[in-house]
């Protein structure tokens, strides 16, 4: 029987990076690749989507074709079933990139999936955030109100996600301390399983 792993993470934290360098050192775990009806951005590969529209978004959820999907400014984001399947029948386990909301509804699905949530350190929120900041694609608001609070010191007010609904929370200003957990994490779950 499959694993289901999910990866969580609050903003600041690059959950992406963690997951595609994880996945790449296991033969037997599969990333999920998630449906979204958000247009491709221009500037990079978007590797971890399948864009679709809005309409065969919606006739997948009337068919119950997800394990999990939910709406964020605007555009849909799920993941289809098929994935867990495909990794079942080729006696793999597979790694999930999901917010709190998507954690939750796969937990309602697969009650012993394991959720991991990554939490960024201050300096890692913080630089991330600034970054993002400049991206021309943002809301003015955004950068004309975040970058001078962050610049300022003044603390980000954010969703945090509930640490007690995860099975293992990380803290870590470094993708590569992030990886390594996340690797250590699953070693352990599949040697309790086995």
Do not use: W
Request: net charge negative.
């Amino acid at each position: 029987m499959s694993i289901v792993f999910t990866i969580s993470s609050a903003f600041g934290t690059d959950r992406s990076s963690v997951a595609t360098l994880v996945c790449k050192l296991f033969d037997d775990l599969d990333l999920a690749v998630q449906y979204t009806t958000r247009p491709p951005m221009e500037d990079r590969e978007d590797t971890e989507f399948l864009f679709t529209s809005r309409e065969l978004f919606e006739e997948m959820i009337a068919r119950e074709e997800f394990l999990e999907y939910v709406t964020v400014l605007g555009n849909y984001y799920g993941t289809p079933t098929r994935c867990l399947q495909q990794a079942r029948e080729n006696g793999k386990d597979i790694l999930i990139q999901v917010d709190d909301v998507g954690m939750a509804q796969i937990k309602q699905k697969v009650a012993d999936a394991v959720s991991i949530l990554i939490l960024p350190g201050h300096s890692a929120q913080r630089k991330r955030i600034i970054g993002s900041t400049t991206d021309p694609r943002l809301p003015s608001l955004v950068r004309e109100v975040l970058l001078p609070s962050l610049q300022q010191g003044v603390p980000l007010p954010s969703h945090m996600p509930n640490t007690t609904d995860y099975n293992h929370v990380i803290v870590s200003d470094r993708v590569e301390d992030s990886t390594k957990r996340v690797i250590a994490i699953i070693r352990s779950e599949r040697a309790r399983r086995s």
